[in-house]
């Protein structure tokens, strides 16, 4: 099961936490990350976390704003998003994936399990 909070309402270079409160499976070998989505456009890969190593797979268009964290012991994953771009707004949702990533970080597909979105809003 994931849980998702932080979103809001932010102007542009604002930032947001999000975070990702997990149970149910074992949390310390798994990829656990965000995705989010625009309306009208795909779901589209942001940030995953290999949780036995902190490994992390950043989206070009958000390197260098965003951060990935885990925390094995309270089984949460955030996401601290700073510099925030009006591109930014869209539903961020939670997932998890418990095996390989076939197809690659960013194949939405290879995660099992997600929570519910929530949404972040960037003005200019």
């Known amino acids: 099961q994931l849980q998702a909070s932080g979103g809001g309402s932010v102007n542009a270079g604002g930032s947001l936490r999000l975070s990702c409160q997990a149970s149910?499976?074992?949390?310390?070998?798994?990829?656990i990350g965000w995705f989010r989505q625009a309306p009208g456009k795909d779901r589209e890969g942001v940030s995953v976390i290999r949780t036995s190593d902190g490994y992390d797979y950043v989206a070009e268009s958000v390197k260098g704003r965003f951060t990935i964290s885990a925390d094995n012991a309270d089984h949460r994953v955030e996401l601290q998003m700073n510099s925030l771009k009006p591109e930014d707004t869209a539903i961020y949702y939670c997932?998890?994936?418990?095996?390989?990533?076939?197809?690659?970080?960013?194949?939405?597909?290879?995660?099992?399990?997600w929570g519910q979105g929530t949404q972040v809003t960037v003005s200019s």
């Open positions: 997932a998890v994936a418990l095996n390989d990533l076939r197809g690659g970080w960013k194949n939405w597909r290879a995660y099992g399990y």
């Open positions: 149910g499976f074992r949390f310390d070998y798994a990829f």
